[in-house]
């Protein structure tokens, strides 16, 4: 079964910069886009980034251009999430999936970022 291990998530204070993973197990994950997505308090998931299935072409959400940069690497089934000059706003348990326009495979955990001074 498929399955998605997120890492990296912390408590960092705005303007600090966080490093998130995720690892794919069972999956032909190099042949897919994929996404990392966003669940804030009290709000729904949203997409905050995407990566082609080759690493060629990236999409971010208007609030996080320019300070959040998705990779991937296809032999270790991991996507990665540099996000730089944090915000309160960015706040949220952080997720990987494919990309929105497909069915969810089963979400993992998440891993919660807080940005709080």
């Known amino acids: 079964q498929v399955q998605f291990v997120e890492s990296g998530g912390g408590l960092v204070q705005p303007g600090g910069s966080l490093r998130l993973s995720c690892a794919a197990s069972?999956?032909?994950?190099?042949?897919?886009?994929m996404s990392w997505y966003r669940q804030a308090p009290g709000k729904e998931r949203e997409m905050v980034a995407q990566?082609?299935?080759?690493?060629?072409?990236?999409i971010y959400a208007n609030s996080v251009k320019g300070r959040f940069t998705i990779s991937r690497d296809n032999a270790k089934r991991t996507v990665y999430l540099q996000m730089n000059s944090l915000k309160p706003e960015d706040t949220g348990v952080y997720y990987c999936?494919?990309?929105?326009?497909?069915?969810?495979?089963?979400w993992g955990q998440g891993t919660q970022v807080s940005v709080s001074s």
């Open positions: 069972e999956f032909t994950f190099s042949s897919y886009s």
């Open positions: 990566i082609s299935d080759d690493g060629g072409s990236t």
């Open positions: 999936n494919r990309r929105p326009s497909l069915p969810p495979l089963p």
